[in-house]
């Protein structure tokens, strides 16, 4: 499933998980929350009206020092583009995909205060529970939504680092071509030949 919302009411007592590391992104929204999040090993504090965001492949875990309630978005990075063939988004991804990544992790509830983020996580909450015809669209469509947020919140700030993914038009084409290439030889492409066919 590329796409699960769990709406968690978690007990102080619960000292939380291993560290672990999966695949899929996860977006958490604290409703009622006091966490300490470990991600890559730094300590971040998750409390209320707070949303985390955890790239694929990092190292994490929570630690809860009250009962907490929250949402957790599970999804596939690739919700995040349009298909393996298309790179012309790959500036807007990277952040999102790489591990060890060290752009903002946690969003406050003061950063948060526009009402963009709250709508548009419990918009996703609430098509997950009813399931209505293509609520697979509208979840994706919300997602796609939030990291727009985020993007934009990041350039309004002028975080740095974030301008380190934009690519050149050339470069971008030649990976294009690499990919477009691997994608009709699959079966007996080389790395060697997908270099050579994007010069």
Same mark, same amino acid.
């Given at each position: 499933?590329?796409i699960?919302?769990?709406?968690?009411?978690?007990?102080?007592?619960h000292r939380g998980?291993?560290?672990?590391?999966?695949?899929?992104?996860?977006?958490?929204?604290?409703?009622?929350a006091?966490?300490?999040i470990?991600?890559? !090993?730094n300590?971040?504090?998750f409390k209320?009206g /707070?949303?985390?965001?955890?790239n694929s492949?990092?190292t994490?875990d929570?630690?809860?020092?009250?009962?907490?309630?929250?949402?957790?978005i599970?999804f596939?990075?690739?919700?995040?583009?349009?298909?393996?063939?298309?790179?012309f988004?790959?500036?807007?991804?990277?952040p999102?995909?790489l591990?060890?990544?060290?752009?903002?992790?946690?969003?406050?509830?003061e950063?948060?205060?526009?009402?963009v983020?709250? /709508?548009?996580?419990?918009?996703i909450?609430?098509?997950?529970?009813?399931?209505?015809? !293509?609520?697979?669209?509208?979840?994706?469509?919300?997602?796609?939504?939030?990291?727009?947020?985020?993007?934009?919140?990041?350039?309004?700030q002028?975080? /740095? !680092?974030?301008?380190?993914?934009d690519?050149?038009?050339?470069l971008?084409?030649?990976?294009?071509?690499?990919?477009?290439?691997?994608?009709?030889?699959?079966a007996?492409?080389?790395?060697q030949e997908?270099?050579?066919?994007?010069?």
């Amino acid at each position: 499933v590329p796409i699960q919302c769990i709406l968690l009411d978690v007990k102080k007592q619960h000292r939380g998980w291993n560290p672990h590391y999966h695949h899929y992104i996860e977006i958490l929204y604290a409703l009622d929350a006091d966490i300490n999040i470990y991600l890559n !090993g730094n300590l971040f504090h998750f409390k209320s009206g /707070d949303m985390v965001v955890i790239n694929s492949k990092e190292t994490h875990d929570l630690l809860f020092n009250a009962d907490s309630r929250y949402i957790c978005i599970k999804f596939s990075p690739e919700i995040l583009y349009t298909g393996e063939q298309s790179v012309f988004e790959l500036k807007y991804v990277m952040p999102f995909i790489l591990e060890n990544a060290n752009h903002q992790r946690v969003f406050t509830k003061e950063e948060c205060a526009d009402g963009v983020v709250h /709508d548009l996580i419990t918009g996703i909450m609430l098509e997950w529970e009813k399931k209505t015809y !293509g609520y697979e669209l509208a979840i994706r469509a919300d997602i796609l939504r939030l990291f727009l947020w985020i993007l934009r919140y990041w350039n309004s700030q002028n975080i /740095d !680092g974030i301008g380190k993914f934009d690519l050149s038009d050339d470069l971008l084409h030649a990976i294009q071509t690499a990919l477009e290439y691997v994608s009709a030889h699959y079966a007996d492409c080389t790395a060697q030949e997908a270099a050579a066919a994007c010069n």
